[in-house]
C-alpha cells in the first residue's frame, strides 16, 4: 500500500498518512465491499483515491503562491508542512482586536487603514477603493482595470490581507506604519 | 465507488480563499472543506471575522478621506464608465 502511495506523492510522510487513512476507510466500509473484485484490489483501489485527493489537496495547500506572486499572508505566519502535528497551521496567532468595528474609524485606526491603503501597489490599491470604498461591480472593474475577474479577485484579496494585517500590526505593536 | 475522506484544509490554504468565500467563487467541495475548518478552528474564525470588519469599514470610509492618489483612481474609472 505505501509503494502504491509513493507511486503518486513523493512525499514520504504524506504517504503513510495516505495508508493509515487507506485503512481507516477500508475499515469503516469492509461491509460496503461487494466482491466484485478481489479485497486486494478493492483495497489498492482506496489508496489510490486516498492518494490521488491527497495529492491535489496538497498541490493546493502547499503551492500557495500563483507563479510569480506572493501569498496574501506571510507563509512565516504558519507551521511548515513538516511539522509533525499542525503543518501549515498558525505559528503566530492572529490577536483578538480591542477596538470594536463601529470604532475603527474613530481614532488613530482611521489613519493606519489611509496609510495601508496609500502603501498598498497600484493596481491593488486601485481595485480595493474601486470596490471596497466605492462599491463598483466587478464586471466593471474589470473593464476599467483591463483585468480578469480572476485576476481582480486577487488582487482585491492581497490589498485586503494587507489593509487587515495593517491594522493587526498596529494592535500588537502600536506602529501606525 | 467509494467516497474518499476529504483532506482537511489547514489554516494557510483557508487564508488566500478568504475573498472566494465571500464572492462565493469556491468549487462546493472546497466551500465544504472551508466551512468545516472554521468550524473548528477558533482562531481562523477570528481572523475571517477581522477581514471581514475591514471590508465593511472601507466601505464606511468616506472617498475624500483617501489620498491624491487614491482619488485619481476613482476619477480615472468613472473616467472610463458611462454612467449608470
Not at chain 1, 12 to 29: G, K, P
Not at chain 1, 45 to 64: D, K, P
Request: proline share 6%; with cysteine; glycine share 4%.
Amino acid at each position: 500500500m505505501l509503494r502504491l502511495a509513493l507511486s503518486r506523492i513523493d512525499n514520504r510522510a504524506i504517504a503513510e498518512e495516505v495508508v493509515q487513512e487507506s485503512w481507516l476507510t477500508v475499515l469503516r466500509s469492509l461491509d460496503k465491499f461487494e466482491r466484485r473484485s478481489s479485497l486486494r484490489s478493492w483495497v489498492l483501489g482506496i489508496v489510490v483515491n486516498v492518494a490521488r485527493s491527497r495529492a491535489r489537496a496538497e498541490r493546493r495547500t502547499l503551492t500557495f503562491r500563483h507563479p510569480g506572486d506572493d501569498a496574501a499572508v506571510d507563509p512565516s505566519r504558519f507551521l511548515p508542512a513538516d511539522h509533525p502535528r499542525w503543518p501549515h497551521h498558525w505559528a503566530v496567532d492572529p490577536i483578538p482586536w480591542p477596538t470594536p468595528e463601529q470604532q475603527l474609524l474613530a481614532g488613530e485606526t482611521h489613519q493606519v487603514i489611509l496609510d495601508a491603503i496609500g502603501a498598498l501597489p497600484d493596481t491593488q490599491r486601485e481595485v480595493l477603493v474601486l470596490r471596497d470604498v466605492e462599491g463598483l461591480s466587478t464586471d466593471d472593474i474589470c473593464k476599467v482595470l483591463g483585468v480578469t475577474d480572476t485576476h481582480q479577485r486577487v488582487l482585491l484579496h492581497r490589498a485586503r490581507s494587507r489593509v487587515r494585517h495593517a491594522i493587526e500590526r498596529y494592535f500588537a505593536t502600536g506602529k501606525k506604519r | 465507488m467509494m467516497d474518499s475522506p476529504l483532506p482537511e484544509m489547514p489554516c494557510q490554504a483557508l487564508v488566500e480563499l478568504i475573498t472566494d468565500y465571500l464572492e462565493d467563487r469556491l468549487s462546493p467541495g472546497d466551500r465544504r472543506r472551508f466551512e468545516a475548518h472554521l468550524a473548528d478552528c477558533e482562531l481562523c474564525r477570528m481572523y475571517v471575522d477581522q477581514f471581514r470588519q475591514i471590508v465593511r469599514t472601507l466601505g464606511r470610509l468616506p472617498a475624500e478621506s483617501l489620498s491624491g492618489e487614491a482619488q485619481a483612481a476613482l476619477v480615472a474609472a468613472f473616467g472610463g464608465l458611462s454612467r449608470r
